[in-house]
């Protein structure tokens, strides 16, 4: 093997490792970087969860959080994170296999709604920034 062989042999390395580093970089910016793997506590259950997530714009989202039995919605930024809310108490968790097909009656606590109150934090958002 020449000079020119070994070359080409690490620039084809050197394509290969920016084309992996630009993907993760691409994964991690559209969101699926945020996906970790949270251990359980000793309890053997986990004590936090994701709730919601609501896209705001490019660089801020809303997020709303579980712990134990309350609720915390934050506002996250590129340069800032902000709590809006804490200590909403949490609505009781109801397993989707109790009610299979059923859904909730408009107005209803849980019931997917225009009016939720993700929707209109991010609307009073949308309107404060200019």
């Given amino acids: 093997m020449d000079l020119g062989e070994y070359f080409r042999?690490?620039?084809?390395?050197?394509f290969v490792l920016v084309l992996i580093a630009g993907l993760a970089a691409l994964l991690r910016r559209s969101g699926f970087?945020?996906?970790?793997?949270?251990?359980?506590?000793?309890?053997?259950?986990?004590?936090?969860?994701?709730?919601?997530v609501r896209p705001l714009?490019?660089?801020?989202?809303?997020?709303?959080?579980?712990?134990?039995?309350?609720?915390?919605?934050?506002?996250?930024?590129?340069?800032?994170?902000?709590?809006?809310?804490s200590d909403i108490p949490a609505p009781p968790v109801q397993?989707?296999?109790?009610?299979?097909g059923a859904t909730a009656a408009p107005g209803a606590p849980g019931a997917?709604?225009?009016?939720?109150l993700v929707t209109r934090l991010a609307g009073k958002?949308?309107?404060q920034t200019p």
């Fill in 125 to 127: 958002l949308r309107r």
């Fill in 57 to 85: 714009d490019a660089k801020h989202k809303l997020v709303l959080l579980r712990r134990d039995d309350r609720e915390h919605l934050v506002l996250l930024g590129a340069a800032s994170d902000l709590l809006i809310e």
């Fill in 33 to 52: 970087g945020e996906r970790l793997a949270a251990t359980p506590s000793s309890a053997g259950q986990r004590r936090l969860s994701l709730v919601e």
């Fill in 95 to 100: 397993p989707a296999e109790a009610q299979p």
């Fill in 9 to 14: 042999f690490f620039l084809a390395l050197a």
């Fill in 112 to 116: 997917p709604g225009p009016e939720t």
